[in-house]
T-cell receptor, first 108, second 113 residues
Framework: AQRVTQPEKLLSVFKGAPVELKCNYS??????LFWYVQYSRQRLQLLLR??SRESIKGFTADLNKGETSFHLKKPFAQEEDSAMYYC??????????FGQGTRLTINP | NAGVTQTPKFRVLKTGQSMTLLCAQD?????MYWYRQDPGMGLRLIHY???????AKGEVPDGYNVSRLKKQNFLLGLESAAPSQTSVYFC????????????FGDGTRLSIL
């Protein structure tokens, strides 16, 4: 069965410190990997996707197929990064699984 | 463009009452989804549709029904509401299947007393 694990429900770091949000997945085949973000009082939105290999708002995500992980990283956290983050492997409409989410708080 | 619009935004029901949540998208997307979001459980897929006139069950379909009579609309119905259905409901759409990012609505906060 498809499974996504975000081991940290809550993560708190200080402004300027590095951030790493962990995501481990168990999927058959080759899913496309996404990170979604939900800022306070805003709708859930796409942050980045693996296939694009891009950096959004300073965040990057590295796919490690051997470890089946897709951790989200940012070298220097900013207060506006405080939000709920969801890891989501997608593989066809019937294989949509979101992780439980990590609430990131950036302390001033 | 509004993107994905959900109505209503809030609703309080009594156990046993019925209601319908409406999702509308103006992006001409083929795929539409209904999720529920509960504390500590992330987003769980209730039902989805791969095109007009089609529906399929997701991870937690029991107690819900859906219809996609028009491409732009996806309705979620609760025939007999139960307190366990208290949740925040999100609708999403995507151009095609799971390899495309999803576009979400603002959510509907539903409380069942």
């Amino acid at each position: 069965a498809q499974r996504v694990t975000q081991p940290e429900k809550l993560l708190s770091v200080f402004k300027g410190a590095p951030v790493e949000l962990k995501c481990n997945y168990s999927y058959s085949g080759s899913p496309e990997l996404f990170w979604y973000v939900q800022y306070s009082r805003q709708r859930l939105q796409l942050l980045l996707r693996h296939i694009s290999r891009e950096s959004i708002k300073g965040f990057t995500a590295d796919l490690n197929k051997g470890e089946t992980s897709f951790h989200l990283k940012k070298p220097f956290a900013q207060e506006e990064d405080s939000a709920m983050y969801y890891c989501a492997p997608h593989q066809g409409a019937q294989k949509l699984v979101f992780g439980q989410g990590t609430r990131l708080t950036i302390n001033p | 463009n509004a993107g994905v619009t959900q109505t209503p935004k809030f609703r309080v029901l009594k156990t046993g009452q019925s209601m319908t949540l409406l999702c509308a998208q103006d992006m001409n997307h083929e795929y539409m989804y209904w999720y529920r979001q509960d504390p500590g459980m992330g987003l769980r897929l209730i039902h989805y549709s791969v095109g007009e006139g089609t529906t399929a069950k997701g991870e937690v379909p029991d107690g819900y029904n859906v219809s996609r009579l028009k491409k732009q609309n996806f309705l979620l119905g609760l025939e007999s509401a139960a307190p366990s259905q208290t949740s925040v409901y999100f609708c999403a759409s995507s151009p095609t299947g799971g390899y495309q990012p999803q576009h979400f609505g603002d959510g509907t906060r539903l409380s069942i007393l």
